[in-house]
């Protein structure tokens, strides 16, 4: 099946840096979501960016799209050891916004 | 607001037996999505159902069902079972259209096949 790319697969920081992982999709779409796993546990929701949209933040997060290099970056800033987890991007598809395809995930590690 | 709720949270079955998952979804929430979850595959979307009718299906072979029940709880079955459907098999919830809150998701069943 279609799957994004994120970039790293692992991303290793101190406390208070910032962390940027990248994702790469392959369809038009109408939304990209990223998400949050802790040590494999659910998935937790931290933004959705719609294609008609560039950018968006959300607290300490900024979230870019650009539609025709078909990416999207996420920006943690002042990262703390709590954001130690798995990030992965989700796409809805232009097509079917229903059936999320998903990346392999960035494993960030945050140390104190 | 209680999040959704998936029993059992750790299965262990045997090779050809078979298996039912339970998601419980946020009151008012009509559509609930399974996701398989493997260190290899990554996140496979198995199925979607709203209003008790399976909206969107993913590529799994027939073994794999599920159904939803007319309060939004949804199952999925899993039919004479391999060791490669070994997994954290994950439920999520949302309202018909994605908003800006996304899917919210349960902490998932670690199914292991033995």
């Known amino acids: 099946s279609q799957q994004g790319e994120e970039d790293p697969q692992a991303l290793s920081i101190q406390e208070g840096e910032n962390a940027t992982m990248n994702c790469s999709y392959k369809t038009s779409i109408n939304n990209l979501q990223w998400y949050r796993q802790n040590s494999g546990r659910g998935l937790v929701h931290l933004i959705l960016?719609?294609?008609n949209e560039r950018e968006k933040h959300s607290g300490r997060l900024r979230v870019t799209l650009d539609t025709s290099k078909k990416s999207s970056s996420l920006l943690i800033t002042a990262s703390r050891a709590a954001d130690t987890a798995s990030y992965f991007c989700?796409?809805?598809?232009?097509?079917?916004?229903?059936?999320?395809?998903w990346g392999l995930g960035t494993s960030l590690a945050v140390n104190p | 607001k209680a999040g959704v709720t998936q029993t059992p949270r750790y299965l262990i079955k045997t090779r050809g037996q078979q298996v039912t998952l339970s998601c419980s979804p946020i009151s008012g929430h009509r559509s609930v999505s399974w996701y398989q979850q493997t260190p290899g595959q990554g996140l496979q979307f198995l199925f979607e159902?709203?209003?008790?009718?399976?909206?969107n299906k993913g590529n799994f072979p027939g073994r794999f069902s599920g159904r939803q029940f007319s309060n939004s709880r949804s199952e999925m079955n899993v039919s004479t079972l391999e060791l490669g459907d070994s997994a954290l098999y994950l439920c999520a919830s949302s309202w018909d259209r994605p908003v800006e809150s996304g899917y919210t998701f349960g902490s998932g069943t670690r199914l292991t096949v033995v």
């Open positions: 159902y709203f209003s008790e009718t399976q909206r």
């Open positions: 960016i719609r294609s």
């Open positions: 989700a796409t809805g598809n232009a097509g079917n916004n229903r059936k999320l395809i």
